[in-house]
């Protein structure tokens, strides 16, 4: 077991998935909530336009998603996110197209946090004078993603589990190490197997606890 | 969109509010589409328009031999996967609610694990195992796929029964012991049927999810969809063709099933047989199903929400 640690680059691999997971993330986040809000919008376009985003998205493989950014965007269409280093690149393309996929997931998480809010709240809001912005972001929001928070957690772990797909254009994360170490040590297959799996018990593990945490503490009282 | 919540969070509008919206939202139209425009530009740059790289699809040629070769290979691999893993879930979705302990700790402990690995690890593992041993030699592709997505989804499946078993009203568990049925007949006989139906709608979903994860079949060279796109790709030099016609493909399946999946949601709350509604996975999809609270479920039954 010792030789996959020295043959192989077992750490780096993991930092790889780290980097693209914290990136995809934070476009995932982002790009969500703001798909979220163009699902709620008072103006039809905006919905709309939401919609389709989350129901294209949602109906692709991410599989897809992945070859067609580095494939199509980034060979075809020569945009280079980082013109430097093309190596890189791939790392940037995929972590998008994650971000991207992952991001109707998250809006949908939000709205269903959104549409868990007591239907009063908004109409006191509403009664108060406040106009769609202010209800949304000041009374609806906060109170959405306390019950957002659970799904949330769980499009997050799962989109770390998602971040394999990345491998395909060469990424060279854990997944990637895996294909390439059980082919050249079809000895160490199993040992491979149990280091690549338990990796990402390690990393999807505290998340998950975080997330029933947060989630026992933040749920209402109903 | 008058019945939901969300439509409280705005006035109708009036007059000048809708001309404003008319405004802004002819001006977004423009923008989305010069964008649109503009991709495709890129793309006629790229000479992606040629007719050269459109007409294959057209041909008789491309379609028997690679697109519904391709469908079928996903089709089928969905389909026994999508068989095997309902079986898979079911048996350990009725271990993990045992009242033997060992039996529950031995179900519980195999399902989380297997939800835990991401599918594509697993498929490449098996890939390998299958390659290594000389099991189901040349099948090794389509046995890892099937492997992977039943064990994947059926510890998803297993997790849906366990929520929507135990989201049944206490009192179904109770009627049947005291009328004399043992635990496992109660579970089979009241508990299980009422569970299913609640839970059909989620677990079509899931047939959706294992529609998508196919495409996974393309790293380890199964011949499927996406890996056929791949091939014209490099035939006839239209790899962007080739994957705009596909995922074409992939959208129309997966939005009919998820049409679907909504349609039979609406059939079975409206005939009343749902018993449990208080349970929807919202993230089936991607694995971590949770039993959210009622109204949470509600809205993620209803609309497209959270079937996928």
């Known amino acids: ?222 | 969109m008058s019945t939901t919540p969300a439509s409280v969070l705005f006035d109708a509008p009036g007059p000048k509010t809708r001309r404003n919206q008319l405004v802004v939202g002819a001006t977004l139209t423009v923008l989305a589409l010069a964008f649109g425009a503009w991709v495709l530009w890129q793309f006629v740059q790229q000479d992606q328009f040629t007719a050269a790289k459109w007409t294959p699809f057209f041909e008789g040629e491309i379609w028997t031999e690679y697109l519904l070769p391709g469908l079928l290979g996903t089709l089928k691999a969905a389909a026994v996967s999508i068989v095997l893993a309902a079986a898979f879930g079911l048996v350990f979705g009725v271990g993990r609610l045992s009242h033997l302990a060992p039996v529950r700790w031995l179900c519980g402990a195999i399902v989380e694990i297997l939800r835990s690995v991401p599918v594509l690890v697993m498929m490449i593992g098996f890939f390998n195992i299958y390659l290594f041993n000389g099991l189901f030699s040349g099948k090794e592709g389509f046995a890892a796929v099937v492997t992977a997505l039943t064990l994947y989804n059926g510890s998803v499946v297993a997790e849906l029964v366990r929520a929507g078993v135990e989201n049944l009203p206490k009192g179904q568990r109770e009627a049947g012991l005291s009328i004399g049925l043992t635990p496992s007949q109660t579970t089979r006989s009241i508990l299980l049927p009422q569970a299913l139906t609640a839970m059909l709608p989620a677990i079509m979903s899931q047939i959706v999810v294992v529609l998508k994860d196919t495409a996974l079949g393309y790293v380890i060279t199964y011949e499927e969809l996406l890996n056929k796109a791949n091939q014209i790709g490099s035939y006839k030099g239209n790899l962007i063709p080739a994957f705009v016609v596909v995922a074409l493909l992939f959208i129309a399946i997966n939005y009919l099933m998820t049409t679907l999946a909504t349609a039979l949601e609406g059939r079975l709350r409206r005939s009343g047989r749902s018993a449990s509604l208080a349970v929807a996975p919202v993230e089936a999809d991607l694995g971590v199903v949770t039993a959210q609270d009622e109204a949470d479920a509600r809205n993620a039954a209803g609309g497209q929400g959270g079937l996928h």
């Not at chain 1, 998480?109 to 007591?118: D, P």
């Open chain 1, 1 to 222: 077991m010792g030789e996959l640690f020295s043959e192989f680059p077992v750490w780096s691999a993991f930092f790889m998935t780290i980097k693209v997971c914290l990136l995809a993330g934070v476009i995932a986040f982002a790009l969500g909530t703001l798909v979220a809000i163009f699902r709620l919008s008072p103006m039809p376009v905006l919905r709309s336009m939401g919609a389709l985003y989350v129901n294209v998205i949602r109906n692709t493989p991410l599989t897809l998603l992945v070859a067609f950014s580095q494939m199509g965007l980034a060979s075809t269409l020569g945009w280079h996110l980082n013109r430097a280093d093309l190596y890189s690149d791939n790392f940037r393309w995929g972590a998008v197209a994650l971000g991207v996929y992952t991001a109707a997931f998250v809006c949908e998480a939000i709205r269903s946090g959104v549409n868990s809010v007591h239907v009063g709240q908004a109409e006191a809001a509403r009664s108060l004078g406040l106009g769609f912005r202010q209800t949304l972001g000041e009374i609806i929001l906060p109170q959405a993603f306390r019950s957002a928070i659970v799904p949330l957690g769980s499009t997050l772990i799962a989109m770390i589990k998602n971040s394999t797909v990345v491998s395909i254009i060469g990424v060279a994360e854990i997944a990637y190490l895996q294909a390439d170490a059980m082919e050249q040590r079809p000895d160490l297959m199993y040992w491979i197997l149990a280091v690549v799996a338990l990796g990402f018990v390690i990393l999807t593990l505290p998340l998950g606890l975080a997330t029933t945490h947060f989630g026992k503490r933040l749920a209402v009282k109903r």
